[in-house]
């Protein structure tokens, strides 16, 4: 072993002594916790070089860990624009006619043999306020969806949420042996909000800047979910079966994005 370099200075005496040692040999003073450890390099010992640790990567607060970001490809959101106007445009001939609902779409029970019922039901309507209030949920969640999903994905989202919840009400009133008339589309806009819930809450997971609001959302639903109280052809089920093909469509777009 070559002859040791000294190159430490003591911080008490000043004295220069081996970088080898953990106390000063003339006072005592503690020079370092533990003595470094030596490593052969050819016919000399040095101390070994302390391995660099990886620094774990931090995320930084307020991002989600996964983030989901949905990138529709609808400009701007026809397909609800024209629900709402397809509504409307019945509604209005529906009242200079003066022609009972049936003959707008409206599904009648005892169920028929018109199958196409359960398509047009949701969109008839026996009056502007039942129209308003739908349209009023469409408007501010149905287009959020779109931007997210596209046009062709939400028109069909929007279908289904309407024509099996009209299905579902239907099936449940003719089992009661019920005679009424089931028209509107409380089901498709319910189905709207649960649809942008769910793809909301994934987007905006974890990120404390991305918040949404719940009242809104909650004042929202209960108001189309209460509409049967006060329209006679808005029906309790089809709104719920609506809201839950909606909602289950937005978890499977979510699962569906994220593991692209």
């Known amino acids: ?17 081996s970088p080898y040692v953990t106390e000063c ?59 709402i106007a397809i509504s409307a445009i019945l509604l209005l001939i529906q009242k200079a006619t003066g022609n009972p ?13 018109q199958w196409w019922r359960y398509l047009t039901a949701p969109f008839a309507y026996i009056d502007v306020g039942y129209l308003f209030v739908v349209a009023v949920g469409l408007a501010i969640f149905a287009t959020g969806v779109e ?8 028109a069909v989202l929007l279908l289904a949420c309407g024509a099996l919840g009209v299905l579902a009400a239907g099936g449940i009133a003719s089992a009661k ?9 409380n089901g498709m806009a319910l189905g709207a909000i649960a649809a942008w819930f769910a793809i909301r809450r994934a987007e905006s997971h974890g990120a404390i800047d991305e918040e949404y609001d719940m009242i809104g959302l ?38 569906l994005h994220h593991k692209e």
């Open 1 to 17: 072993m070559s002859e040791t370099e000294l190159s430490v200075i003591c911080k008490n005496c000043g004295s220069e002594v």
């Open 218 to 255: 909650g004042v929202a639903a209960a108001v189309l979910v209460a509409l049967p109280l006060f329209a006679p052809t808005a029906d309790f089920f089809a709104c719920l079966v609506g809201g839950a093909v909606g909602g289950l469509a937005g978890l499977a777009a979510t699962t």
């Open 177 to 185: 042996g019920e005679v009424t008339v089931i028209a509107g589309g």
């Open 101 to 113: 609902l049936s003959t707008y779409g409206g599904l009648i029970v005892p169920l028929s043999d």
């Open 25 to 83: 040999p003339y006072c005592g003073a503690r020079l370092r916790k533990r003595a470094p450890k030596l490593e052969r390099r050819g016919d000399l010992l040095e101390a070994q070089r302390p391995k660099r640790r990886r620094r774990p990567r931090l995320r930084r607060p307020g991002h989600p860990r996964s983030p989901i970001h949905f990138s529709g490809n609808a400009d701007r959101p026809y397909v609800t624009i024209g629900i």
């Open 147 to 154: 931007r997210r999903l596209g046009s062709w994905p939400t």
